[in-house]
């Protein structure tokens, strides 16, 4: 339950600060997203899920004033 915490290492003496699950889940949640960790017990492994929500569709920009012309001069069928 705490592998997400900030520097928060599960062995003692292992390599790095304990900030990469930290960070990842921060930035996950800064879009608007989950993290979460799952693990069937000591021994068994674990497994990391990363959910993030879908973008907003974007609008198509209006198309720019006097571009009109162009398209009809230059129309070709």
Known sequence: PRVF????????????????LHIARTIVEAHGGRAWAQSAGL????????????PAPRETPAEPAGLAWMKSAWAFE
């Not at 915490?5 to 990469?20: A, D, T």
């Not at 021994?43 to 879908?54: E, I, M």
Request: hydrophobic share 35%.
């Open 5 to 20: 915490e900030k520097f928060y290492r599960v062995h003692e003496g292992g390599l790095g600060f304990g900030l990469g």
């Open 43 to 54: 021994g068994h492994g674990s497994a990391f899920t990363l959910s993030l929500p879908l």
